[in-house]
DNA sequence: CTCACGCTCTTTTTT
DNA sequence: AGAGCGTGAG
């Protein structure tokens, strides 16, 4: 059988392990994915159950996307009818179909955070509270936070599960909202698991037909399960027991969004009987990263004890820098990348830069734009957050679902067609006066006296697209996105404003539509409602317009969090000081900081060759400069694994003697090799920061790029020598060439 | 009603 | 330092 040929002992076990129970520990690397797909290959392939009978949950899209792929490359088109989704997507599924018999209706909007956000807004001004004193995003995470608990999913009293020493009235402000949301005909994230556990109890038949659909279910990242997720896989699976979850207690980095740990720690308790294999080889780090990351996780008090073997062997020791100040530390981890490029022939894409938190990421792409290497950033703003994206998807949701009107007010004077405060205002007496809903007032001409032109206006675009929506799978999809796009005139609007900001945005939209027709294409009989509830869950994808061609050159900016489940040859993890990284916010408690090291151990494990864990001296947050202590957690490597350097750069320095931090390991001798002098002592001082190359003898300067009449565009590595021995050497792509500048006719590139 | 300026708050992490 | 929001003038 040549799908168990390429795998280990106990990869074997559990991928041959057919029915009732199963517990993959699966430790970092450890080939956790090849084992779940080798698994689900190996179920259909000797006809255990066909592809349709499979339901697998991994935690990202990202995630979801991989393992399809693999899937597929493993037993070919017919992978693709595996059910492989998020949690969300997964609940979003089942709602769709069963949904009605508890009084969902298909065509259900999802409220994402900021959707929460303005509905929370619009409560707390009807509640005469100030949204200024009260975030609403608070408010909403609070909320949030109480629906993840297992006693409000078990139907406790939400307001018994919050330490109530609020100024305000937060069960009513939480009555209030779900009352809106079910007004509105939308769910929250969390609404999409609760309302599934409650369908899957509700006796209606659902539960039954979805076990006769599916009866092997796979659980991916199990220790990040939260209490809605765990009763979901609980009851799909009850039927035949074929459940199968892999995780790894010391990854769980999701406690602050419900996940909880003792899923996973208990789960020989829920399922007697269950087989346990332990994946404990790494394929993936060298032997220093491993022992690295082994010796921070190692601090944990709350975790099963276990060690993982390398079958990599020995490698590089971790590079530990410490740099003057944010700048350094940006500039220290690109000129390591071009070193390493140059040097080991890597390119960008073997590169990955992590932090704890998205704000950190700015530093990082200014330098990187600065020497000219692509990059790409995974999470932060992202493309379905844009305010244009949303103002679009609000007409969509709204045209889709009338009922929605956080989407309404978010497009009645979007773009501005006069209709302001005052209007709005006098649509809500109107409705609230003749006991209906806003729109009912604006679409039936229920409102009185002179009505501004705008009113009529946007119920004229609403009708008419409404009418069009309804032919649907006829009327294409992306037909009827331009439709919109035009109806509303929002680009036009934008092209009026002339401004290069609107062009962005134009262009993002352009991009939306692009998506549009990418979703057609796969989905052939698409609805309005399907494609919205898709594309609401669409979060962490990659934005639509980064290009694909150029992925490969591209170096990877991303959180720590967002890093679970990928590997990269070349790893930097940024930050590593006290208040960031352990986070301040987490630092109170005991757990917080487990968890902030479990993050820790996440990072280091990532690295397959090298890693660089870096931190500032001084650092500047909301304008002011701090001054900041190395993270605990490089404290506990051992000195023997680690490197240590450090990087000073021009800009602000420390006003105090700088302190020697492992003042006696510090190696002078930089490890770059490609001209050291140039990225590091030049800039040793703030005079030479202005870049007038030392003797200045060259109208060139390091790292300009340049245009050569033969070789074409390359960079400047380095200048040495004067006068007519005056060479200048340059790095086309992967090698680099000297010249004799005499000699050699370059230009400015 | 719109635009401009100035004030405030920001920074955990994400489905 | 920057974005987002609210206030006040046109």
């Known amino acids: 059988m040549s799908i168990l040929d390429s795998l280990n002992e106990s990869q074997k076990k559990a991928v041959i392990h057919t029915d009732g129970p199963l517990l993959i520990l699966a430790g970092a690397g450890s080939g956790k994915t090849r084992v779940i797909t080798h698994r689900i290959a190996r179920l259909i392939g000797d006809g255990v159950v066909p592809p349709t009978g499979i339901f697998a949950v991994t935690f990202t899209n990202k995630a979801t996307e991989e393992m399809k792929n693999r899937i597929v490359r493993l037993i070919g ?8 989704k998020t949690f969300h997507a997964a609940s979003v599924y089942i709602l769709r179909r069963y949904g009605e018999a508890i009084g969902i209706p298909s065509s259900f909007s999802i409220y994402d955070t900021s959707d929460q956000a303005s509905l929370i807004k619009e409560i707390l001004l009807q509640m005469r509270l100030d949204p200024k004193k009260i975030r609403p995003e608070s408010i909403a995470s609070k909320i949030s936070e109480v629906k993840d608990r297992a006693e409000l999913i078990d139907g406790a009293d939400p307001t018994l599960l919050l330490q109530k020493n609020f100024s305000y009235d937060f069960h009513e402000i939480y009555e209030e909202y779900h009352r809106r949301l079910a007004a509105n005909n939308a769910l929250d994230f969390n ?27 796979m659980i991916d990242e199990y220790q990040d399960t939260n209490y809605a997720q765990y009763l979901i896989a609980k009851h799909l699976a009850s039927a035949g027991k074929n459940i199968c979850v892999v995780g790894d207690d010391d990854q769980s980095i999701y406690s602050w969004r419900g996940a909880d740990i003792r899923n996973i720690l208990n789960f020989e308790k829920d399922y007697p009987g269950a087989a346990v294999v332990t994946l404990d080889t790494n394929y993936r780090s060298t032997r220093p990263i491993l022992d690295a ?17 390398s079958h990599k062997g020995d490698g590089e020791r971790v590079v530990w820098c410490r740099a003057n100040n944010e700048y350094g530390e940006a500039e220290f981890v690109v000129n390591t990348i071009i070193s390493l490029k140059h040097r080991e022939g890597l390119s960008g894409r073997d590169f990955a830069v992590f932090y704890r938190t998205n704000a950190q990421s700015r530093v990082f792409e200014d330098r990187l734009r600065k020497e000219n290497i692509p990059y790409r950033v995974v999470g932060g703003m992202k493309f379905y957050e844009r305010k244009e994206i949303k103002d679009l998807l609000a007409y969509l949701k709204f045209i889709a679902n009338p009922l929605d009107q956080v989407s309404m007010l978010r497009i009645i004077n979007t773009p501005a067609r006069g209709v302001g405060r005052v209007a709005l205002e006098r ?13 009912t007032a604006i679409s039936e001409g229920l409102i009185g006296g002179k009505i501004p032109r705008g009113i009529a206006e946007f119920r004229d675009i609403i009708l008419k697209c409404r009418d069009s929506a309804r032919g649907m799978p006829e009327t294409r999809l992306s037909d009827f996105v331009e439709q919109v796009i035009e109806e509303s005139r929002y680009v036009k609007s934008l092209e009026e404003e002339e401004s290069v900001e609107a062009r962005s945005r134009i262009e993002n939209i352009g991009e939306f539509v692009n998506s549009v027709y990418d979703y057609q294409q796969a989905n052939p009989d698409a609805t309005l409602d399907g494609f919205l509830q898709d594309i609401s869950l669409y979060t962490t994808e990659e934005n639509p317009e980064d290009d694909p061609d150029s992925r490969g050159n591209q170096v990877t900016l991303m959180t720590v969090h967002n890093a679970k489940g990928l590997e990269f040859p070349v790893v930097f993890l940024t930050g590593m000081e006290e208040d960031i990284f352990p986070h301040k916010l987490s630092s109170d408690t005991e757990e917080g900081i487990e968890e902030e090291r479990r993050l820790c151990y996440v990072g280091i494990t990532r690295a397959m060759e090298r890693i660089y864990i870096t931190c500032a001296e001084l650092r500047r947050t909301f304008n002011e400069i701090y001054h900041k202590e190395p993270s605990r957690f490089i404290f506990e490597i051992p000195g023997s694994l680690i490197e240590a350097t450090e990087y000073i750069s021009a800009g ?22 490609v001209e050291p002098d140039d990225s590091i002592d030049d800039d040793n001082t ?12 060259s ?51």
Not at 652 to 673: I, L, T
């Open 699 to 749: 109208k060139f300067r390091v790292r300009d790029s340049v245009l050569h009449p033969k070789y074409g565009v390359g960079r400047i590595l380095s200048i040495e020598g004067s006068g007519d021995n005056l060479k200048i050497t340059i790095l086309f792509g992967r090698s680099s060439k000297t010249f004799l500048e005499k000699y050699t006719p370059l230009e400015k590139a």
């Open 652 to 673: 602000y320095q420390s006003a105090q003697p700088r302190r020697g931090f492992f003042e006696k390991k510090v190696y002078n001798e930089s490890h770059f090799d």
């Open 427 to 439: 649509i809500r007496e109107t409705a609230r006066g003749a006991g209906v809903s806003e729109w």
């Open 686 to 697: 703030p005079e030479a920061s202005n870049q007038t190359e030392g003797p200045g003898e």
């Open 77 to 84: 088109p017919q992978g693709s009818s595996v059910f492989i």
């Open 191 to 217: 609404d999409l698991l609760i309302k599934t556990v409650h369908l899957l109890r509700s006796g209606t038949g659902a539960l039954e037909r979805l076990q006769r659909q599916w009866t092997y279910f």
């Open 293 to 309: 990351a082994s010796s921070v996780i190692r601090n944990n008090v709350n975790r099963k004890a276990k060690e993982i073997r």
